[in-house]
DNA sequence: AACCTCTGTCATCGC
DNA sequence: CAGCGATGACAGAGG
């Protein structure tokens, strides 16, 4: 029979893995311990592109979609484990695996992993199981014998199909590697080589199940052990979609059970139903069909009622990137809204504040990531929920530091040239008072005019009438009273008998001065007077703008402070929310982890005590379900790999 | 009387 | 070099 090309090799395995992280499976368990994915399978297979037309059942061995003699490997396994008188009986290969190398004392090598001191582990653990229980109702009285009947059944010669590199070329190379000893390079390549390749190991494969059926026990167990090493070397490699069917198909019982999405672990629920509360029906098939990224397909629920994904497609698929962007903050967080408006985003702390809000959010992010598996594009969504009340688009009503207009350089400040602040003169500023401002939030938006207008040809702008305080009111007060007490110099002047008058000697134009001080016979003592008085006025005036400049300096710089506490407070509520947020999200992590946990069942289909497992995450991105005593006693080097996936 | 603020003045610097 | 503005420092007035 003509297979039809293996729709895996184009694309299949990026639909199983969106698949396995939609139902919130991205810790590659052994799959054959979780009846629901074989039913969310049996549900999402049509959607798949090229499946065979012909294959209704993809479970069905005689379709061409058999079984590898992994199955058998695993019968005889568990015959010996059953042999060996272990308590805990283990419904999967791996577990049989497990507790046979526990059983048997092989704590060397790729079978000791576990060590000796996983005998007791896996003991309790197959105790607790069985004493832990769970509900009894849901036992599911799986006969090991019919199991492994079907399972030695399954030794048959079946079609292997061809993968040019993939994983049907490595999982050929695996079973023939005891017999034929094959190197596994040169095995692949001639996988690569196509229908010749396929040839071979269909042959490679007649002869090791000849072997299998008529060897010795010793043989037969040599080789169930070889097949042991190479399922940790296969497990090592990946979970291929042919082997998830293998293995579903393994388990009749369970393969065809309750096709639900119900079956979906709660966790894409929860996450959908935050996104957007009001949609609980989840379209996986839409998701699946449209062949879109994780991102867009886990946000699939929200963005039909939401957004439209059309109109920000590139946004979905970087959003990290695009945030850590400089060019773009808006886009950077399309769906965020935090309480800063874009344009503030980029005046007030620019890119520093976002990439302090990264480094804090988004490591958590990541961390997060890592603990759960889940993609940072994936923890994101999370926090695209609107109900989490972070918020980048809403505005965010602070004074900018644009607006205060802190510019101190001399052109803005009217230094040069004497200008006297106009508003100074009608609103008596008490610098006391604003000093004793501390930072309040409803510091109001001042506007200093940092104008002073020119001395010269003002005579209003004189030092008798420039209004700032005490002195020079009295002095304004007294211009045109007769009996005023005059300046210093202005008596001077007048007992000198100056015939000008003190504000026309400091305010006149220099060559109007020299030409005035010529056209009068005036005495060197007299000449030097009005030097004098025009030299202090001058001065005095000077110091007064000075005095002005340095006042409004400091008035500025409040601004600044009360501007920085506002975005200060401001910070800290956005920090607060996405601290609720990761709170939130590790809420969901823990609901998850034992989520998984719980859907691991024993033989007797009881389910596993989360207490005595944990799922392990190791730092070059393999997730194991090791005892938890394994991971107490400090053997975590020891533990053996029993699922791996890669991203 | 002590303290503070305001103001004027001087000295100095830089343009 | 003179003129001028800016500014620190000081002193006096006033509160």
Known sequence: ?????????????????????????????????????????????????????????????????????????????????????????????????????????????????????????VGDGGQSASAGGGDPGEAHSSPLAAEEEEEEKAAEPTAQVPDAGGRGSQ???????????????????????????????????????????????????????????SHLHWSDTSFSLEDLFQLLSSQPEHSLEGISVEDIPPFLSSVCESVNPSVHNINLNQAISHDVNLHEAMLLCSNTSIRDPSARPSQAQEPFLQLNSPTSPQQAIPAMSLPLANNQMRNLTSQDL????????FDGLNLMSLATGFSPLEVSQLFEEPDSGVSLNSSYNSTSLTNSNCTFDGTNLGAVGGCYPEPRKHCHVDHRTISGFHGALECHQVFHDHTYHLQSGVPEATSETFTWTGKSQKISGCLDDPDRNLSRDEERAKAMHIPFSVDEIVHMPVDSFNSMLSRYYLT??????????????????????????????????EDDICNLQAKKEALKSEQTQWNKAINTMRQKLYDLYHNVLNRLRDDQGRPVNPSHYALQYSHDGTILIVPKELVSSGHKKEVPKVKRERN
């Open 171 to 229: 999982e050929t190379e695996v079973l023939s590697e005891k017999s034929e000893a094959v190197d596994h390079s040169s095995q692949q390549k001639e996988n690569e080589e196509g229908v010749s390749a396929q040839a071979t190991s269909r042959q490679q494969r007649k002869r090791e199940e000849n072997k299998m059926t008529g060897a010795s026990a010793w043989e037969a167990e040599k080789i169930v052990e070889a097949r042991n090493e």
């Open 354 to 361: 976002l990439y302090d809000l990264d480094s804090n959010i």
């Open 524 to 557: 060197d003592s007299q000449v030097s007077l009005i030097r004098d008085i025009r030299r202090r006025g001058k001065n005095k005036v000077a110091a007064q703008n000075c005095r002005k400049r340095k006042l409004d300096i400091i008035l500025n710089l």
């Open 1 to 121: 029979m003509k297979l039809p090309k293996p729709w895996w090799a184009s694309g299949g395995l990026l639909h199983l893995r969106l698949l396995l992280s939609l139902v919130g499976l991205r810790v590659d368990l052994d799959l054959c311990l979780l009846p629901p994915v074989a039913a969310l399978w049996e549900e999402l297979l049509p959607f798949f592109p090229t499946r065979p037309a012909s294959a209704s059942n993809p479970f069905s061995a005689s379709e061409g979609w058999g079984r590898t003699p992994l199955l058998p490997a695993k019968g005889r396994l568990l015959h010996e484990v059953r042999a060996l008188g272990v308590p805990f009986i283990p419904r999967t290969l791996v577990d049989a695996w497990l507790v046979h190398s526990v059983a048997t004392g092989d704590a060397d090598g790729t079978h000791g992993l576990l060590g000796t001191a996983a005998s007791s582990a």
